[in-house]
């Protein structure tokens, strides 16, 4: 079933730890005589998972999420621990500036002097693929977070659990950092589970990496506002190209598997789009009321057109194609923005009608930019809690931000299913606004 947050019970929130946390923090350090410039947690410190009020009055215990930020105790003796980070998936902006933030909070902050970044995803764990294990100094990470792409190199695809973890072991090393997505996550939960079996006391705490803004319970992924803001620019692109030609049309296809955040925000950020096509809202093409129609009527009026269509939208139109599965197991999608670019000239020849169509496809170029100054600060925020919660020994869990605080979420929920965008909410309806798109379904399809 899926769980949404008035649903959250409030088991579902506690956070595994590897033990009790003895060890006096060496942040109280910085706090000075009168403690006046340290704030630290207790279990008292709590954020309701439920943002609506409707949902907590009248509960006596409403579920809540542990606020994030540094304990009085750690949990693990700095001078003696080894930790790891290793960065999963895809590329996304804003991944070496949290390696970064987390390699240095865990040496300046805590005093943390073996730390190690695993080469390649979790290929770096197999012997069978030879990647060394990289030391990670602030000196070797001091300008990384200015560049785009991982610093500590990609993979995509699962390894078995137990090769990791008896790599985990071997190597000694008592705290994980992972950075990644959904598949990740699942990763992350997997190894926490093997770790557990084996009654092995080593941390994973995992941040959330998806450019697509689509993991459960997570308000905001790093690299989302990089993203958009990297796609205006293309959208601008395409209108300029539409608005100086005869019958001209801009097509920009975005990311967005599942969920179309980045294809809904940057059309909102730059409200030259007449048409937005997410996977959440499905459309017809033919038709009085499809997207060729209502293009054709759009030319006739303004004679241009921008339309904007995330990766995942339209995909019930491949619904007799088989493209198998990709290495991180999703299934192979068919490319919706040739496949729109086909069908809207192919209309436009057959109804005489003259267009000038450009289609721009930027995913990878946005992917790799560096990270906007926002998102900057963003994982700065990220990696600090990621440290704080794992030299603590909480375990099995992430960094989130949700109800407009840092806190904790353990993985099970935040993979339970995808976060998307709601075709009844305030998101979709101020897309719809500033584009002033109709229903693409015909009526007899609704």
Not at 215 to 238: D, P
Not at 263 to 275: C, D, I
Not at 319 to 347: C, M, T, W
Request: charged share 20%.
């Amino acid at each position: 079933m899926r769980i949404e947050p008035h649903t959250v019970k409030a088991s579902q929130t506690k956070i595994p730890t590897l033990g009790a946390a003895k060890i006096p923090n060496p942040a109280t350090s910085m706090c000075g005589p009168d403690s006046s410039v340290c704030t630290f947690m207790d279990e008292n410190d709590r954020v309701l998972v439920s943002p609506y009020l409707k949902d907590v009055i009248g509960k006596k215990s409403p579920p809540t999420f542990e606020l994030a930020g540094p304990h009085p105790n750690v949990y693990f003796d700095p001078t003696k621990l080894k930790a790891a980070i290793v960065t999963c998936g895809g590329m996304c902006p804003g991944i070496n500036s949290l390696v970064r933030s987390i390699v240095l909070q865990l040496y300046y902050i805590y005093g943390v002097r073996n730390i190690v970044g695993v080469r390649f995803g979790l290929q770096g764990f197999s012997p069978r693929f030879g990647h060394q294990m990289l030391e990670l100094t602030p000196e070797l990470v001091q300008n990384i977070h200015g560049r785009g792409g991982s610093f500590l190199g990609m993979s995509r695809g699962p390894q078995p659990m137990e090769e990791v973890v008896d790599s985990l072991e071997r190597s000694n090393i008592g705290l994980l950092f992972m950075i990644g997505g959904d598949g990740t996550l699942r990763a992350a939960q997997a190894i926490h589970h093997e770790i557990s079996k084996r009654k092995i006391k080593l941390g994973v705490v995992a941040i959330p990496k998806s450019i697509d803004n689509d993991i459960c319970f997570v308000e905001r992924t790093f690299g989302f506002e990089t993203a958009v803001e990297a796609a205006t620019r293309s959208i601008l692109g395409a209108h300029n190209e539409a608005t100086g030609l005869p019958g001209g049309v801009g097509l920009v296809k975005l990311m967005g598997r599942l969920s179309g955040f980045v294809a809904a925000h940057a059309t909102l950020a730059l409200t030259e789009v007449n048409f937005c096509l997410i996977p959440e809202v499905p459309f017809d093409l033919e038709g009085e009321q499809g997207l060729l129609a209502h293009m054709e009527k759009r030319l006739a009026h303004r004679g241009h057109a921008v339309i904007v269509v995330a990766e995942g939208a339209g995909q019930n139109l491949f619904d007799d194609q088989d493209l198998g599965h990709d290495a991180s197991g999703n299934p192979v999608l068919g490319d919706i923005g040739l496949y729109l670019r086909e069908r809207i000239k192919g209309y436009f020849v057959k109804k005489g009608i003259e267009i000038n169509l450009k289609y721009i496809d930027p995913s990878y170029t946005i992917r790799s930019v560096p990270a906007s100054s926002d998102d900057r600060v963003f994982t700065g925020f990220l990696g600090h809690h990621a440290v704080h919660a794992g030299m603590s020994g909480r375990t099995g869990m992430l960094v989130s931000i949700w109800n407009n605080h840092f806190v904790h979420v353990p993985i099970p929920l935040a993979v339970d299913h995808r976060r998307r965008v709601d075709p009844q909410g305030d998101l979709w309806r101020a897309v719809r606004e500033a584009t002033g798109q109709e229903s693409l379904i015909n009526q007899a399809d609704k």
